[in-house]
T-cell receptor
Framework: DAGVIQSPRHEVTEMGQEVTLRCKPISGHDYLFWYRQTMMRGLELLIY????????DSGMPEDRFSAKMPNASFSTLKIQPSEPRDSAVYFC?????????????FGPGTRLTVT | EDQVTQSPEALRLQEGESSSLNCSYTVSGLRGLFWYRQDPGKGPEFLFT???AGEEKEKERLKATLTKKESFLHITAPKPEDSATYLCAVQGLTGGGNKLTFGTGTQLKVEL
């Protein structure tokens, strides 16, 4: 398996623009997670899905952020409008649903810079 | 709310100089404690899961231990290729599903 795939790997955009990050989880994994990583706050969970359904979005910072999972092999995280404080590395991860103790497999991340 | 604190923030070792990284946690009920390794420019890579106090797991030069309040990642005779950021995360009973709360990590540098 190719692992979790994220695109783009790098994104530079201007404040106010819409940004869409994409993720393809590992085939057969039922859980999908979106994280944001910054030097100050470390790795923070934004939202996660189970069988394409959003389960917990309490980590989404504000209404400018939205996430969708239209099918088992694709998810998007959208920021509209983007702001400089959104600059971070965004990771997507997936895991199996064999139990509550399964490790999460992370993608390579998308480095977002908002100027 | 689950909380994880890792120390030290950064650690520099000479090759062969053993040491330990600390992960202190508070959680309403622990389902699991996870250790990940993260190399620059990459996503975290899973190392271990510990479920109950007293449990230990080993992988090559790494050994993870768990008490009711903290976990240690012991590194024995480290090599330069062990240089990375090591992240600790907890999964609590109130989190639901597979939700993890991460610490900010310990950045390890092993020098020749």
């Amino acid at each position: 398996d190719a692992g979790v795939i994220q695109s783009p790997r790098h994104e530079v955009t201007e404040m106010g623009q819409e940004v869409t990050l994409r993720c393809k989880p590992i085939s057969g994994h039922d859980y999908l997670f979106w994280y944001r990583q910054t030097m100050m706050r470390g790795l923070e969970l934004l939202i996660y899905f189970n069988n394409n359904v959003p389960i917990d979005d309490s980590g989404m910072p504000e209404d400018r952020f939205s996430a969708k999972m239209p099918n088992a092999s694709f998810s998007t995280l959208k920021i509209q409008p983007s702001e400089p404080r959104d600059s971070a590395v965004y990771f997507c991860a997936s895991s199996l649903s064999m139990g509550w103790n399964d490790e999460q497999y992370f993608g390579p991340g998308t480095r977002l810079t908002v100027t | 709310e689950d909380q994880v604190t890792q120390s030290p923030e950064a650690l520099r070792l000479q090759e062969g100089e053993s040491s330990s990284l600390n992960c202190s946690y508070t959680v309403s009920g622990l389902r699991g404690l996870f250790w990940y390794r993260q190399d620059p420019g990459k996503g975290p890579e899973f190392l271990f899961t510990l479920y109950s106090a007293g449990e230990e797991k080993e992988k090559e030069r790494l050994k993870a231990t768990l008490t009711k309040k903290e976990s240690f990642l012991h590194i024995t005779a480290p090599k330069p290729e062990d240089s990375a950021t090591y992240l600790c995360a907890v999964q609590g009973l109130t989190g639901g599903g597979n939700k993890l709360t991460f610490g900010t990590g310990t950045q390890l540098k092993v020098e020749l």
